[in-house]
C-alpha cells in the first residue's frame, strides 16, 4: 500500500476506550505502516497513551473535545445534542475530505444517524444497511441487514443485494460472489410477498449480481452463499443468536475437557487443534461492520472489542479505501440503473 490514508478514530468510544483505541491503533500500524490517525476525543486521557505509543504518536493528531456520546444515548438526542462529540467531530473529518474513513465502537444507533445526517447517502440508495463478516464452513460470508432497518420493502433488498456483492468483492476478494435471499424455505412460493418480489427481480436477468436464490437459516453457517441479504430485524436476530451458540459451544467444550482426569488428559494432546479451532471462530478476527449505502466510509467496532478487535476494525476501513469501495458502489448503481431504464422509442 503506497497511498497515504487517513483514519479518523473516534478515542472515546467503546467500553473500554481510549485505551483499546490507542492500542488498537498501534497493531493496525503493523500491518498499515502508512496510516494516519485523528484521534477524537479528551486529550487528558489520550495523551498518556500516546506517551507509551510513540510510533501511533508519530503518526497522530488529537482533535480535542470534551463531548461523548454515551451508551444509553438516544439517536435521535445524540443528533442533537451531540454536535461537538467525538463520534460526530470524526464523521465530520470523513464528510469534509480530511478523512479517508471514520471507526468508533460508540453507540451504534448515534452512530447510524450520525452518518446519514453528516455523510448523506449515495444517489440511488434509499437507506443503509448493518453488513459484517463472520466464518462458514467453506470460508468467510457476508451478511447485511444486521440492524438498521426493521422493515425493509423489495428495492431495499435489491441495493442491499448489490452493496452486498461489491462489499464481498472488495473486502473478501472474491471475483464473483454468490447471494441469496434469506426465507423460511428454498422453494420459490415460500415467503412473504417482499422477499419474493426481490427474488424476482434479482432473477430477472436486469441485475449484475450472481443471484443464487432463497436460503435458510442453516445455510448461513454452511457457507451455501457469499452474501446473505435480509431484513434489519431477521439479520440481528440471526446474527445475536450465531454468537450466542458459539459461545454456548466454547462453554460446553471447556467443562468437557476440565470434567474427569482423562479428559484432562485428553486436552493435553488436543491443545494444538483446541488453539487453531479458537482462531477460526475468534469474534475479533470479524470484528468491524460497515454502514453501507453511505456516501463515506464509516466502520462499527464492537462496543466490547478489545484492542485486537478494534485494529480489525480499522483494517476493514482501509481494506474499503484502498480498493475503491464506494468508486464500485457507485459504477455498480450506474450500471444497475441503466439495465433497468425504460427504452427510448424512437422519434417519429
Known amino acids: 500500500m503506497t497511498e ?5 478514530l473516534d478515542a472515546m468510544g467503546g467500553d473500554h476506550a481510549p485505551d483499546m483505541v490507542i492500542k488498537g491503533a498501534n497493531i493496525a500500524l503493523q500491518r498499515f505502516p502508512q ?3 485523528l484521534l477524537f476525543g479528551q486529550p487528558a486521557k489520550i495523551e498518556p497513551l500516546l506517551a507509551r505509543y510513540p510510533k501511533v504518536a508519530q503518526r497522530a493528531q488529537i482533535r480535542a473535545t470534551e463531548d461523548v456520546v454515551t451508551s444509553e ?3 435521535s438526542i445524540a443528533l442533537r445534542t451531540g454536535r461537538r462529540s467525538s463520534m460526530r467531530l470524526a464523521l465530520d473529518a470523513v464528510a469534509s ?3 479517508h474513513c471514520a471507526v468508533s465502537a460508540g453507540n451504534t444507533g448515534a452512530l447510524m444517524a450520525m452518518a446519514k445526517f453528516a455523510l448523506r447517502m449515495l444517489p440511488g440508495i434509499d ?3 448493518i453488513a459484517s463478516f463472520f466464518p462458514t464452513r467453506r470460508g468467510e460470508s457476508v451478511m447485511l441487514d444486521l440492524g438498521a432497518n426493521v422493515e425493509c420493502d423489495a428495492d431495499n433488498l435489491v441495493q442491499f443485494a448489490l452493496m452486498g456483492d461489491v462489499f464481498a468483492r472488495t473486502v473478501l476478494g472474491l471475483v464473483r460472489p454468490t447471494v ?3 426465507n423460511v424455505g428454498s422453494e420459490d412460493l ?3 410477498d417482499t422477499v419474493r418480489a426481490a427474488a424476482a427481480r434479482l432473477r430477472g436477468g436486469l441485475s449484475p449480481i450472481a443471484f443464487h436464490g432463497f436460503i435458510e437459516g442453516d445455510d448461513i453457517a454452511a457457507g451455501t452463499v457469499d452474501v446473505v441479504v435480509t431484513d434489519g430485524f431477521t439479520g440481528n436476530v440471526a446474527i445475536k443468536t450465531a454468537e450466542g451458540t458459539a459461545r454456548l459451544f466454547s462453554e460446553f467444550l471447556r467443562a468437557s475437557f476440565a470434567h474427569t482426569l482423562l479428559a484432562k488428559i485428553g486436552y493435553l494432546f488436543a491443545r494444538g487443534a483446541l488453539r487453531r479451532l479458537k482462531e477460526r471462530l475468534d469474534p475479533r478476527a470479524y470484528n468491524g461492520a460497515v454502514f453501507l449505502g453511505l456516501a463515506g466510509i464509516a466502520v462499527k467496532s464492537h462496543g466490547g472489542a478489545d484492542e485486537l478487535g478494534f485494529a480489525n476494525a480499522i483494517g476493514v476501513a482501509v481494506d474499503l479505501k484502498v480498493n475503491g469501495f464506494l468508486e464500485k458502489i457507485r459504477d455498480e448503481l450506474a450500471r444497475l440503473n441503466a439495465l433497468q431504464a425504460p427504452p427510448q422509442t424512437a422519434a417519429l
Do not use: N, S, Y
Request: avoid cysteine; charged fraction near 25%; aromatic fraction near 4%.
Open 4 to 8: 497515504r490514508i487517513v483514519i479518523a
Open 35 to 37: 496510516v494516519d490517525f
Open 73 to 75: 444515548a438516544k439517536p
Open 97 to 99: 475530505g480530511e478523512a
Open 127 to 129: 437507506r443503509p444497511a
Open 180 to 182: 441469496g435471499l434469506l
Open 190 to 192: 415460500k415467503g412473504h
